[in-house]
């Protein structure tokens, strides 16, 4: 059934591309009810000759007034393409909110550096970020060019001395090496900002 509605709405979007806002609509479904300066009176006047011909829809943004004069399929042909637009943007913010996505958000670009700072985490805390670190490079790091791991401790740890191609390989490799890492390590004050300044330091990355 969403394949249906998302075909539908296709469908509906190459017809009428861009024009689903309000008053894209109502200039298709319709006319403005105009109003034009009288000199003789000194003000703008309405015209009165479509008062009780046509429905009439008043918009909230502007307060223009629309004579609507399409038949009832081409207002149902415009609920159709208005409902498959919800479902759309409702099947894009589930996608977006959902898995990796929900913590670390889209990763746009195409070479990046995930810097790691556990800090005082308890073992449990630690096994939850590597758990949602694994499924940020399996769902979406498998999606760009390049990229590298750094955990920010007193003595740097780097899973590559440069950020290195995506493959499954390396994806692999980089979730083994996640989880061999020891759950306490010595830290300083300094070390978070030392590893953002050592990932920044490679001119390919781009975040």
């Known amino acids: 059934q969403s394949l249906v509605s998302s075909s539908k709405w296709l469908q ?23 109003k034009d300066y009288v000199t003789t009176l000194g003000k703008p ?26 038949k009832k399929e081409l207002i149902l042909h415009f609920v159709d393409c208005l409902i498959g637009a919800i479902e759309l943007y409702q099947q894009r913010m589930e996608w977006l909110t959902s898995e990796s996505r929900q913590i670390f958000g889209v990763i746009q670009e195409q070479c990046i550096v995930i810097v790691l700072d556990f800090g005082t985490a308890a073992p449990n805390e630690f096994d939850i970020c590597r758990d949602a670190l694994s499924m940020v ?13 750094i955990r920010a401790t007193q003595d740097l740890m780097k899973w590559q001395e440069k950020c290195t191609p995506v493959s499954e390989h390396t994806v692999k490799s980089a979730v083994t090496w996640l989880w061999k890492l020891d759950h306490v390590t010595a830290a300083s004050h300094t070390s978070s900002a030392e590893a953002l300044l050592e990932a920044m330091g490679d001119e390919a990355v781009s975040s």
Not at 45 to 69: E, I
Not at 137 to 149: A, C, D, G, H, Y
């Open 12 to 34: 509906c979007y190459g017809l009428k591309r861009n024009k689903l806002s309000l008053s894209q609509i109502l200039s298709q479904v319709g006319f403005q009810h105009r």
């Open 137 to 149: 490079l399996v769902e979406q790091v498998t999606q760009i060019s390049r990229f590298n791991l």
């Open 45 to 70: 006047v309405a015209s009165r000759y479509a008062d009780g011909l046509f429905p009439q829809y008043k918009t909230a943004q502007d307060g223009s007034v629309y004579n609507l004069t399409a």
